[in-house]
Structures are given as structure tokens and as C-alpha cells.
């Protein structure tokens, strides 16, 4: 082979080893055929030089024959010549510590954690690796559900027991990965074998060709037992993401109890420190597993978070798992709408068509049929009428409603002039209110100097023409051309061209003046021949917490049905009344400060974005506004950030929370000598699963080694010996250089076929043979 | 108002002769017409125009119904007499529409039929009143011909006794007119709402009233109780078409079916 290689141009000192290859791609069948017939053609071929008196000439045309097939079969197999130069190299063995959550558990009686006996295995055992790091490539790897090497100078920093997930199959698969090409000789493993991946029976079958996948021994070293494992954990709360005000949110908790005796401990709910709910779970030996409902009614709006806890025993593992933080989003179910009436009108009627098939809205509606002037020619048994429950209405009820709507109606008679009050305060605290025109309000409705014209965002003058019978157009302010109660279309532009196509009106309440801190967002101009007159017609304004409104008009169904008449349709309309019940009652999307975040539950490590929006009072966007923006971890100290609003009033903030809980964001600015702000919370979540399962699989530990070969090995509270920890380690050589050589495809090869065929063909010829 | 301002404009002009005057007193005309008067947050009930027949043969009777539902209910009504073609520009001022008659007539057109059924499906309310008296009528196989153009998916039915109508005022058990040709109303309905209600007993006959206040019509069988019971209907019918299914509402039902039970209505 020397002599091959020098010829083929090689130092055979630098190339040490050889090898052929065979590059043809032909299938068994083929290769069966050619096997089949190029005995056959020989044997024709001897029967052929019979004739050949000379034996030693048929054995030469014989030899020159089976010469040439054997060259045509080894050009159909395509050989190739590999030369390489290669070393001697090591075998490795790859030492896997596992680095998730449950290692951060106590053992007892030491009450060392499962990570610190690693640790410690780890510092007793040094010789034992010095030993091995002499004869093969010792790698270290933290595992949970991969690999990630670590140097053994930097285990002190970097061993944290955090990894929230521990995955067996995919840490070696990982890595056998990570040694292709390489000679793995096996692992060592120390783990508590809690792989929740895993059930409590035999190997499933990923994890065990993942193992035999390894090729090598899998030595198995236990951290922590379960002796004396104490713990009472809150394992799983399934309950909806959000919920209705005033409805009940159930709960359903899963209890697990490990080693705590017959007890009665109390499950308790709370929102801060605020008890909600408490129930009694009594805890018997034998029963690990308790499943506890739970029933609570939120009050507030908005998103709240609530925590649940079980008493902490002395002695327990994890102390961590006897409380869960939980978030729910308390929303509106319907908003409920009371709807006043003083008389049926295609006003009313085309409203409270949009109010009742709003699918937001949960409607009551009273209309006035009769007056005590009214003959009504029958007795009451004949009539459908009911006598108006004012009562329930303004003293029971009232702050089940979220939004009152007086529409064309006057009070009195139905209305004791006393439950105005209760009006003004359902206002003060939140509620919306709406007074809509016609005859019978405003000034004509009996209002003026009542608490109802002190609630109202206009002031009602006497001594005025009441109404305005004539048509005129209508107008929005520049001033609150954005503003979302005016929005029928998304687009600015749209937007004024919808209004400017919709009807004219007829029918205004006069003698109304806006107060200083009202917004006149809908103007009506008449024009009173050259003279052009101008009404406030739709004025919003605030008082207390509460939100209302006058529209002093009504006329506004014009804007459905004679828009209809005129080729257009009412969608306007509907969104125009839309958009008037969502500010009412206060929608988050019609504020002037709004601050969000970009998910809602975070977890672990993932950054948070806050967006904040700054708007004037009147709709138009804040730029260049500096605002402080506070969050607070749920351990930690405040921090503050300032942002400065850009062109649209919007300022963005990315960070990676601290830890785990609830975190409240505040933003905050100054706006005519006044702080104002709004509040945002968001969640992040540890991923608790480790917690789960937190007992010692010893079982799981001792089959992966018996499988692979391995030996399993406990670090107790005796000594550790793990020199019983072997493993094969046989010569590798590693090619560094290969040079490749095709024995069939070149000039020689081919030469000489044709050079034996020809002697073949002038030897029979010289026979006498054709 | 509107007549006058008009007037003090004409006395300040110099005098003008040929077209503009025309077109002047054309102004005026249209200016005093009575739809451009009527108050628009009353409630008005035109009557509805249509060709080949009489349109109103029984005068005086929405104006008697309308005056029955000012004295009867707090409804604010316009009680002066308006007539419109299906084609007027003005028909969408008025969501509720009143159509009589007493014989055939000839069918609506296309555009006619087009325009009504755009009317009755986004908002607005026809009552049809067969003035004959009898079954089988000119003007029924009109109507029943003109209502399977207008809805040829939606045939007419039977309104139910259960209808919010039986109960938006009075609670009424009977259907009746001037006569009893049929105890039921027909009707057609669209999500929910009840668009269009045909009466074949002649309820006009029952509601005309003359200017000095005495019925035009006698009632056949029932006497003056059926009267009543007919303008109940009328009232009950306008109040429906104002207030929809308002009395359907949770806080009505316990009420209305005690009621109901305790007493029994005519």
C-alpha cells in the first residue's frame, strides 16, 4: 500500500491509514443478475475453447477473460482509495447536574436542599473526577429540559436550581447532539428525578431511545429523598380569566397535602388584605389530593388580583407553594340602561330599538301612556298599564343601573321631587345621565332650580322661548372634531363628510347655556333669515365620578329614518347612540389617559411594553407632554421613568420586570396645575410546574441507569463513593487530513480493459477461434 | 310662522309678472301645504295614495282615531288630514302609514313597491284597512296581491292573540271594525317586528267622526260596545306601532298576566 500511495503522489509517513470505498449505487437485485450471468457467459466462453488443443493457452484465454469481467464489475461498484492521517484522541463523559426548581427543595432531616447535596457530592467527590479527567474529556452541563454547558470554576455562580422545566428525553437528545462526531462514552447524572414528563410506571418510550440513542452508560446519582418530606401545597386554581361586576366568580383549587397528619387547615381568599372567602379543608392521612370550591362576587371594575393561601407548617419542603397570586379581569356584563319615557314618539321608539338590540345593553324602558288627564274609557283591569314604580326605581335600584335616561319626560307627578337627590348622588359616584329634548324637559320639564339642573352640564334660563320649531343643521366645533362621541367613522375626513350628509333637524330646546366646564360638542345653527342663530345642542360635562349629557333635541331619529328615505341608512345613527352609551358609562377606550400593556400575564424573563396615551380634555392628542411613569415589583422599590408623548400623544416603555407577582404601573402628569394619572397592573408569572411533582423519583433514576448499562448511585447522609462509576475507554483515532483516490474512472483503468480485451481477442484469433 | 314670513317677503318685492309670479305663487302654495305645518315630534298618520280606486271612502276616520289617542293616551298627535303617494319625497317623515279602501285598485309599481318595502323594513308601520265590509273583497284581493309583491317571501299570517298589540294599552281579546268579516288581524313581521297589519272589518268605519262629533257609521251586530272595541284596537295598534314590544318587558309580564287571568276581557 506504500508503494499504491507513493505512486498516487502520497507520503505514506504522513497518511497512516487506508480505506476503500465503494461508490456504485447499484440495488441487490442488479447486483443478483450480474452475479448470475457473468458465470453464465464464462462458462459459454470455456465451453467455446474446447477447440484449443493448447491447456495452456484455454487457461490463458480463461484468465484474460474472468480479468476482464472482474475490471467491468469494478467499474460498476465505482472503488475509491481513502487515504487519512489520524491522532489518537480522548473519550469523553459528560457530567450533568440538574439545575431546575425542585433541587431548591429541602431534605430532611439536614434541611440541606436537594442543589446544596449536589454541591457537596460534588467538593467530596473531586477526586473521583480528578481521576477521571486524566483519562477521558470531562464536560459539566446544567440540565432541565436541555443542556448548557458550564465550567466547572463557574459552578458556584451559575448552579441556581431556577430552570422551571425538567425534560429527561430532549437533555439527551440534546446532548448526543452536542457530541456528534465525538466519542461519548456516557454521563453522569445528578438529579432528584423529578421529570414531570415522566409517569410513575416505566420509561416512556422517547426517553428510553433517547437514552440507548446515547450509546453509552448513564450513571445515575440521586439528590434527596423523601423521608420526612412535609408539604402542603395549593397545586392548581382553575377559575376564569375575567369575570362580571356584581356576578359570582367560582373557583375551583386543588389542595396536596404530604405528611401534615389529620388536620383542619383554612383555605383563605383574599383581594389585598381583605378577606373574601374562607373554607375549612380537612386534611387526613391517606389523602393526598383535596379539591375545594369557591364562590366570590367582585365589586370593582377592572383588572384585580386576588391571592389564595394555606397555613405554613413548621417543617415543610417549600413554603413557596402555599400561596398562588391570581388575576381576574372584572368587566361590565351588560350595561344597564334605565330609559324614561314621558311619552311615546318616534324619538323614544327609534331609541330604544337601538338600546334594546344593542347586545351590550340591558335595557328598562317606562313609558308615560296617560296622564291623570287622560279618559282612558276603561276600567283598569281592562288596561295593560302599571302603575310607575318610582320607589324601587329611585330608592331600591337605582345603583343597579349604570346610565339613567330621561327623554322627554317630565318628573313630576311620577317622580317625588326627593329622589332627585338620589339621582345626584348615583351621578356623583359614577353613574351616567342623559337628558334628552322635547316638550316636556329641560326648563318645560319642571328641571330648572332643581338638584337636576345643578347635575346637568347646562344651566336652564326662564323667561325664553322654550323650543325651536324650525329646521337647522348641524354643526361640531372645531375644537371637537376628534372627540370619540362624534366618531361615526374612523377616518377624520369621513368622519365630517358622514356628519355633513345626515339630515337636518327640527325641534330644539332653548334657553340652555352651557356651564364653563361643559364641552358644546354639536351645535344647531338656524338660520333666521340673514341672521344665523346658534344653539348649543349636545353638551357633555362632568360631575362628581359621573358623566352627562343633554341633547336638546327630539329629532335625532331623523338621522335613521329619513336618512333612510334619502338613500343613506341608520348605521350612523346606532353609532352615534353607540358612542353616546360608552362615554356615558365611562368606556376605557373614550379617556383621555390611557396606559396599557402589551400582554396582560407575562412570564419569567419576558420583557413588558407599557403604551400611554395622552389626550386634552377635548380629544385632541397631547404631544411633547413629559409624564412620570412608576412600577413597583411586587418586593422591590419604585421605580420611575420619564417619557415625552409624540405627535399622536403616545409615548412607549420596554422593560424586564424584576420577579414574579403583580406589578401596578401609575402614570402620572400635570395639567393646569393639576397631578392626573391612570393605573394599568400586570402579572408575571414563575412557571411553578416543578412545584407540582415535587417528590424524589428514585424509581425513574435507577431505570435509566439499569437500561443504559449505567449503576445508580444515592447521595445519602453516609459517605459517597462513586468510583463505582465506570467507563469504557477505548482507543479513538480521529482523522485530521483525508485525501480521496477514484479507482475506476481514469485513463488506466480503462487502458487496461481494452489492453486485456484486445490480447484476448488476438490470442483467439491465433487459435484459430473467431 | 313659515306662511307669514313668506307673505311679508312677497309685499316687499316690486310687482313681477309671467314665470316668477307663478313660481311665487307656486312658493306659497307649497309653503302653506300641511305637511310643511305639522309639528313633527306629534305623531301624524297619513293616508296612503294610490291609483284606480278611492283612496279614502271613508273620510274623517284616521282624524277620528288620532282624536281617540290625544284624549285616551299622553301621545301628542297632529290631527290634521294628510294624504301621500308612496313616492313622495316627504313619505319618511312619517314612520306610521294608514291605507283604506273599498275596491280594487291598480297595482303599485315597481319603483312604488320598492320604496315601501325599503319603508316598512328599516323603521317604518303600514295599517291596511279594508272599507267594504265583506269577505273577498276588491279591495282584499288588491291588498293581498299588492302585500305578496311587496314580501314574496314573507306571506301574510295571522297575528297572534299573544301579540305585544293585544296588550299595548288595552288588553283586548276581540278583533273587530264597523263589522266582523274576520276575528283576527294579518300581519307581516321582520325581525321581530310586526311592519304591516291588515284589517278586513273595517276599522275606519268605527273611528269617523263628523265635525260636530257624532259617528258617521252605525256598527253592525255589536253596537256602540263594538265601537269601542274597536277604537281600543286603533289605540292599541298606534301605541304598538310607537312603542313596539315594549310590554313584553320582564317588569310588565306579572302584571299584565294576572290581569289577564283574574279578568275576563271582552
Keep these: 500500500m506504500k508503494l499504491f500511495a507513493q505512486w498516487l503522489g502520497l507520503d505514506p509517513a504522513e497518511y497512516n491509514q487506508w480505506q476503500v470505498h465503494w461508490g456504485g449505487d447499484l440495488s441487490i437485485p442488479v447486483l443478483g443478475l450480474i452475479g448470475l450471468l457473468i458465470p453464465l457467459a464464462l462458462w459459454f466462453f470455456g465451453t467455446s475453447l474446447s477447440r484449443i488443443q493448447s491447456r495452456i493457452k484455454r487457461v490463458g484465454l480463461f484468465g484474460l477473460r474472468v480479468a476482464a469481467f472482474a475490471l467491468l464489475l469494478m467499474m460498476f461498484l465505482q472503488p475509491q482509495m481513502e487515504f487519512r492521517k489520524s491522532q489518537a484522541s480522548r ?123 446515547l450509546g453509552g452508560r448513564v450513571h445515575t446519582v440521586q439528590a434527596g429523598g423523601n423521608e420526612n418530606f412535609k408539604d402542603l401545597a395549593i397545586e392548581n386554581i382553575s377559575t376564569a380569566d375575567f369575570g362580571f361586576v356584581h356576578q359570582p366568580v367560582n373557583l375551583s383549587v386543588t389542595v396536596h397535602a404530604s405528611n401534615i397528619g389529620n388536620k383542619n387547615v383554612s383555605l383563605v381568599l383574599k383581594e389585598g388584605g381583605t378577606i373574601l372567602v374562607s373554607k375549612i379543608v380537612e386534611i387526613r392521612e391517606g389523602q393526598d389530593r ?101 320607589n324601587l ?59 337636576m339642573e345643578d347635575m346637568l352640564p347646562v344651566s336652564l334660563e326662564g323667561n325664553v322661548l322654550k323650543f325651536l320649531n324650525d329646521p337647522y343643521r348641524v354643526e361640531i366645533p372645531a375644537a371637537f372634531a376628534r372627540h370619540p362621541l362624534l366618531k361615526l367613522e374612523k377616518d377624520f375626513t369621513r368622519n365630517r363628510q358622514a356628519w355633513e350628509q345626515l339630515p337636518s333637524l327640527t325641534g330644539l330646546n332653548l334657553g340652555l347655556e352651557p356651564r364653563k366646564d361643559a364641552q358644546i360638542l ?13 344653539y348649543p345642542l349636545l353638551v357633555t360635562g362632568r360631575n362628581g365620578k359621573g358623566r352627562v ?29 353607540s358612542n353616546m352609551i360608552a362615554w356615558l358609562t365611562g368606556d376605557p377606550e373614550m379617556e383621555t389617559l390611557q396606559i396599557e400593556t402589551d400582554k396582560e400575564r407575562y412570564r419569567e424573563g419576558e420583557e413588558v411594553l407599557v403604551k400611554v396615551r395622552v389626550l386634552y380634555d377635548d380629544y385632541n392628542p397631547d404631544s411633547g407632554k413629559t409624564i412620570q411613569l412608576s412600577f413597583a415589583p411586587p418586593r422591590g422599590e419604585l421605580q420611575t421613568v420619564s417619557l415625552i408623548t409624540g405627535n399622536e400623544g403616545e409615548a412607549t416603555y420596554q422593560f424586564l420586570p424584576a420577579g414574579e407577582g403583580f406589578y401596578r404601573l401609575h402614570m402620572e402628569l400635570e395639567r393646569d396645575g393639576n397631578k392626573i394619572g391612570r393605573e394599568a397592573l400586570f402579572g408575571v408569572f414563575a412557571d411553578t410546574a416543578e412545584f407540582m411533582k415535587p417528590l424524589v423519583n428514585a424509581h425513574l433514576l435507577k431505570q435509566m441507569a439499569e437500561i443504559s448499562g449505567g449503576r445508580y448511585a444515592a447521595i445519602g447522609d453516609g459517605p459517597l463513593d462513586l468510583s463505582m462509576l465506570t467507563f469504557s475507554n477505548p482507543e479513538v483515532l480521529e482523522p485530521s487530513r483525508r485525501k480521496t483516490f477514484s479507482l475506476w474512472d481514469n485513463w488506466w483503468c480503462f487502458g487496461l480493459l481494452v489492453g486485456i480485451l484486445s490480447l484476448e481477442w488476438w490470442l483467439r484469433r491465433k487459435a484459430g477461434l473467431s | 310662522m313659515k306662511t307669514s314670513g313668506i307673505l311679508f317677503t312677497l309685499k316687499a318685492m316690486r310687482p313681477v309678472t309671467g314665470i316668477p309670479a ?38 274623517g276616520a284616521v282624524e ?156 253592525i251586530a255589536g253596537g256602540e260596545t263594538q265601537r269601542q272595541w274597536s277604537i281600543r284596537l286603533g289605540v292599541n295598534i298606534v301605541m304598538y306601532a310607537l312603542t313596539l314590544d315594549y310590554k313584553k318587558d320582564m317588569v310588565h309580564l306579572p302584571i299584565i298576566l294576572e290581569r289577564l287571568r283574574k279578568y275576563h276581557t271582552p
Design chain 1, 393 to 451: 326605581l329611585f330608592a331600591d335600584y337605582l345603583n343597579s343601573f349604570d346610565l339613567i335616561i330621561f327623554q322627554n319626560f317630565r318628573y313630576e307627578p311620577f317622580i317625588d321631587k326627593k329622589y332627585l337627590n338620589n339621582i345626584q348622588t348615583f351621578i356623583q359616584r359614577g353613574g351616567g345621565f342623559l337628558m334628552v329634548g322635547g316638550e316636556l324637559s329641560f326648563q318645560m320639564g319642571g328641571y330648572d332650580r332643581t338638584v
Design chain 1, 91 to 213: 473519550n469523553s463523559v459528560a457530567v450533568l447536574l440538574d439545575n431546575s426548581r425542585s433541587l431548591s427543595i429541602k431534605t430532611f432531616p439536614s434541611e440541606a436542599t436537594r442543589g446544596d447535596r449536589v454541591r457537596q457530592a460534588l467538593a467530596d467527590q473531586a477526586s473521583y473526577f480528578e481521576k477521571l479527567q486524566k483519562d477521558f474529556q470531562v464536560d459539566f452541563f446544567l440540565v432541565s429540559d436541555h443542556a448548557e454547558p458550564v465550567l466547572p470554576g463557574e459552578l458556584d455562580d451559575r448552579y441556581r436550581l431556577q430552570a422551571t422545566n425538567t425534560d429527561f428525553t430532549r437533555v439527551f437528545m440534546d446532548v448526543k447532539n452536542r457530541y456528534q462526531g465525538k466519542s461519548l462514552q456516557g454521563v453522569v447524572l445528578f438529579s432528584d428525578g423529578a421529570d414531570l414528563t415522566q409517569g410513575p410506571d416505566d420509561l416512556s418510550p422517547e426517553l428510553r431511545a433517547s437514552l440507548l440513542a
Design chain 2, 64 to 219: 277620528g282615531l288620532l282624536a281617540q289617542v290625544a284624549r285616551r293616551t299622553s301621545i301628542e298627535v297632529n290631527r290634521e288630514p294628510l294624504a301621500l303617494e308612496v313616492t313622495d319625497p316627504d313619505l319618511f317623515k312619517y314612520p306610521s302609514i294608514y291605507m283604506g279602501g273599498d275596491s280594487s285598485f291598480q297595482p303599485f309599481t315597481a319603483e312604488e313597491l320598492k320604496i315601501l318595502r325599503q319603508y316598512l323594513s328599516y323603521g317604518g308601520f303600514l295599517l291596511i284597512d279594508d272599507n267594504s265590509g265583506r269577505a273577498d273583497s276588491g279591495f282584499d284581493r288588491s291588498v293581498r296581491s299588492m302585500v305578496a309583491q311587496l314580501f314574496p317571501h314573507t306571506p301574510l299570517q295571522k297575528i297572534p292573540r299573544d301579540h305585544s298589540l293585544f296588550r299595548s294599552f288595552y288588553l283586548i281579546n276581540s278583533v273587530v271594525g264597523r263589522v266582523v268579516v274576520r276575528p283576527y288581524l294579518e300581519g307581516i313581521s321582520i325581525k321581530g317586528r310586526t311592519v304591516l297589519v291588515y284589517n278586513m272589518n273595517d276599522l275606519a268605519g268605527a273611528w269617523a267622526r263628523n265635525s260636530l262629533g257624532q259617528w258617521n257609521y252605525e256598527v
Design chain 2, 22 to 59: 307663478l313660481l311665487m305663487v307656486w312658493t306659497l302654495f307649497v309653503a302653506a301645504s300641511p305637511s310643511t305645518l305639522l309639528d313633527p315630534s306629534r305623531l301624524t298618520m297619513p293616508q296612503i295614495k294610490y291609483r284606480g280606486a278611492r283612496f279614502a271612502p271613508v273620510p
Design chain 1, 549 to 577: 349629557a343633554a341633547l336638546a333635541t327630539d329629532a335625532s331619529w331623523d338621522w335613521n329614518f329619513r336618512r333612510v328615505g334619502e338613500g343613506g341608512s341608520g348605521r350612523y345613527y346606532q353609532k352615534f347612540w
Design chain 1, 522 to 534: 354639536l351645535q344647531g345653527v338656524h338660520q333666521n333669515g340673514e341672521e344665523k342663530e346658534t
Design chain 1, 290 to 390: 383535596y379539591a375545594v370550591d369557591m364562590e366570590f362576587t367582585p365589586t370593582e371594575l377592572g383588572r384585580r388580583v386576588y391571592s389564595l393561601s394555606l397555613p405554613v407548617f413548621a417543617g415543610e419542603a417549600i413554603a413557596a407553594n402555599n400561596r398562588r397570586d391570581f388575576q381576574v379581569k372584572v368587566v361590565r356584563d351588560r350595561i344597564r340602561v334605565l330609559h324614561l319615557n314621558g311619552r311615546p314618539s318616534w324619538d323614544s321608539r327609534f331609541l330604544r330599538e337601538v338600546l334594546a338590540n344593542n347586545p351590550k345593553v340591558d335595557l328598562l324602558s317606562f313609558f308615560i301612556l296617560r296622564t291623570l288627564t287622560d279618559d282612558v274609557a276603561a276600567p283598569t283591569s281592562e288596561l295593560s298599564l302599571i302603575p310607575f314604580p318610582s
